[in-house]
T-cell receptor, first 114, second 113 residues
Framework: GEDVEQSLFLSVREGDSSVINCTYT??????LYWYKQEPGAGLQLLTY?????DMKQDQRLTVLLNKKDKHLSLRIADTQTGDSAIYFC??????????????FGTGTQLKVEL | DVKVTQSSRYLVKRTGEKVFLECVQD?????MFWYRQDPGLGLRLIYF???????EKGDIPEGYSVSREKKERFSLILESASTNQTSMYLC????????????FGSGTRLTVV
């Protein structure tokens, strides 16, 4: 079955860049996603990338996709304390009846230190 | 503001009780999902539904059932709650298209004692 892996923890200093990595197994995934979860809240969609793209930039966020190695990364520039959260990578699978089902990684806890 | 609403933020139930977790979305989405979230395990799919009265098992359906009588509402049922079902439960919905991903509710933290 599908599998998505992430490291569990990342600690960075405020103002530095953060890079969160993810590997996935399903080469047929059409979209790959990054979600953010703040304490006590549900998941919020941060960004997504179509599988025929190598890179997508959205303000402080840069997503890099290496389809050959099935590796996805999220770079956060100028990391702030408000970026402290759990970040989930997800890949999509197409449902028989239409729509999509996402498989999530374990999440990476990002801690931003002053 | 579009949203997915889960009826309770916190619940405490006794072992053996029947528990209902309710989820309502106002976006006319076809697909709805129930996940549980546990530390170090990420999100695991319990059940999902891609149409009214349709349901599909996810990766960990044992001990759970679901109901989708109306498009906007997807209920998760714990037939006989057990302590190993203590967890954070997250509901999500998505439209038929693939882009955009899911919209999540705020979650229900269930404790079974």
């Amino acid at each position: 079955g599908e599998d998505v892996e992430q490291s569990l923890f990342l600690s960075v200093r405020e103002g530095d860049s953060s890079v969160i990595n993810c590997t996935y197994t399903d080469s047929s995934s059409t979209y790959l996603y990054w979600y953010k979860q703040e304490p006590g809240a549900g998941l919020q969609l941060l960004t997504y990338i179509f599988s025929n793209m190598d890179m997508k930039q959205d303000q402080r966020l840069t997503v890099l996709l290496n389809k050959k190695d099935k590796h996805l990364s999220l770079r956060i520039a100028d990391t702030q304390t408000g970026d402290s959260a759990i970040y989930f990578c997800a890949e999509n699978d197409i449902l028989t009846g239409g729509g999509n089902k996402l498989t999530f990684g374990t999440g990476t806890q990002l801690k931003v230190e002053l | 503001d579009v949203k997915v609403t889960q009826s309770s933020r916190y619940l405490v139930k006794r072992t053996g009780e029947k528990v209902f977790l309710e989820c309502v979305q106002d976006m006319d989405h076809e697909n709805m999902f129930w996940y549980r979230q546990d530390p170090g395990l990420g999100l695991r799919l319990i059940y999902f539904s891609y149409d009214v009265k349709m349901k599909e098992k996810g990766d960990i359906p044992e001990g759970y059932s679901v109901s989708r009588e109306k498009k906007e509402r997807f209920s998760l049922i714990l037939e006989s709650a057990s302590t190993n079902q203590t967890s954070m439960y997250l509901c999500a919905s998505s439209p038929q298209g693939m882009a955009g991903g899911y919209t999540f509710g705020s979650g229900t933290r269930l404790t079974v004692v």
